[in-house]
């Protein structure tokens, strides 16, 4: 049987067409999922009797539990467990314009990266697109917010786990879906660069952000092994093609990691290496956790590393911190759990 939350507009047309089921009929069960809220088969009011109970054989309701959560005025960071016992995250950020969540695609993530505390604890196994979907319907029931932007940047690499990534982004962006436009979506990898242009190449492209934070190859390896694989200058070839490919914007992340990586020969050797491409680059202050190594640059080196890339004609834009005192590091609420 197939997670119902998995199933995407265009594959559920192509299914219950061979079922003898026209295409506005198909369309009621995603106005009872996404619009009537259903939670069981038997509360589709849109659906007719004889697609129920088809769907009843055929389809089941994932689901995912809520283990722990943590919350301040502005910023609810959840801790899921799934099915099979597997713990992941989910953060809503709440802004006057609506509720912008950010998922995981994986329990567990094997990049490895030496400052995420998500790497720490290795992959289990990759999320469906039905457990992605969840998450954003558990944070806009649970936090009464309508859901303007979804960012993909939670425990995981997205791309690899591209398949389901990718039914997932279809549910999201569809008008009988979670209905979030493709502009409102991003999503974030560490550099696997082949699937770079397979993202871009995608019906309504999303945003894309790049998870570099290192200017040159020497220190990038120490801080992030997916480096050995795909270089620097490979990861920012790839980055400026999505951006003229899909016409989107495309954001450089790069965590301020206090005497590592953000003085100001740096900031002018990522000005290098950003060149004239449309790449805009994201300052993001370093949130530590209890066993890591790295604290977070002090505000003079951040402000000096700005203003070096700003006199170099860089994009630049400083984060604004959510959930600050929240246990914020990614991935620490699971490691606290799995410990426990």
């Known amino acids: 049987m197939t997670d119902i939350y998995s199933l995407t507009p265009a594959a559920a047309e192509?299914?219950?067409?061979?079922?003898?089921?026209?295409?506005?009929?198909?369309?009621?069960i995603f106005t009872d999922l996404y619009r009537n809220g259903a939670e069981h088969f038997s509360a589709f009011s849109a659906t007719c009797a004889r697609l129920r109970e088809t769907l009843e054989e055929e389809f089941y309701f994932e689901s995912i539990t809520l283990a722990d959560i943590l919350q301040n005025e502005n910023t609810v960071k959840y801790l899921f467990k799934l099915s099979d016992g597997c713990f992941i995250e989910t953060v809503l950020m709440k802004q006057k314009y609506g509720g912008s969540v950010c998922i995981s695609t994986q329990c567990g993530c094997n990049m490895g990266c030496a400052f995420c505390s998500s790497g720490r604890l290795r992959k289990q196994r990759n999320l469906t697109a039905g457990e992605m979907v969840l998450q954003v319907l558990y944070a806009m029931r649970h936090g009464g917010v309508k859901i303007t932007n979804i960012t993909v940047m939670g425990i995981g690499e997205p791309l690899d786990n591209f398949d389901n990534?990718?039914?997932?982004?279809?549910?999201?962006?569809?008008?009988?879906?979670?209905?979030?436009?493709?502009?409102?979506?991003?999503?974030?990898?560490?550099?696997?660069?082949?699937?770079?242009?397979?993202?871009?190449?995608?019906?309504?492209?999303?945003?894309?952000?790049?998870?570099?934070?290192?200017?040159?190859?020497?220190?990038?390896?120490?801080?992030?092994?997916?480096?050995?694989?795909y270089s620097l200058s490979e990861v920012i070839k790839?980055?400026?093609?999505?951006?003229?490919t899909a016409a989107r914007?495309?954001?450089?992340?790069?965590?301020?990691?206090?005497?590592?990586?953000?003085?100001?020969?740096?900031?002018?050797?990522?000005?290098?290496?950003i060149g004239n491409s449309r790449l805009m680059v994201n300052l993001i202050p370093y949130n530590s956790s209890p066993d890591g190594e790295?604290?977070?640059?002090?505000?003079?080196?951040?402000?000096?590393?700005?203003?070096?890339?700003?006199?170099r004609g860089i994009s630049v834009t400083k984060r604004k911190e959510f959930g600050g005192r929240l246990n914020a590091a990614c991935g620490q609420l699971r490691s606290d759990a799995m410990r426990k």
């Open 14 to 28: 192509e299914y219950f067409a061979r079922h003898g089921f026209s295409a506005k009929a198909v369309r009621n």
């Open 294 to 311: 790295f604290k977070r640059s002090g505000e003079r080196a951040v402000a000096e590393f700005y203003d070096e890339l700003k006199k």
């Open 249 to 273: 914007k495309v954001l450089v992340e790069y965590i301020m990691l206090d005497g590592i990586n953000d003085s100001r020969e740096q900031a002018g050797q990522l000005a290098g290496l």
């Open 165 to 229: 990534l990718c039914g997932f982004l279809d549910i999201a962006s569809h008008p009988f879906g979670l209905e979030i436009g493709s502009k409102h979506i991003t999503v974030s990898t560490c550099g696997i660069v082949p699937k770079i242009p397979l993202l871009a190449k995608r019906e309504n492209p999303c945003h894309l952000a790049i998870s570099l934070h290192a200017p040159d190859d020497e220190l990038r390896n120490r801080l992030m092994p997916i480096n050995r694989s």
């Open 238 to 244: 790839a980055a400026g093609q999505y951006a003229d």
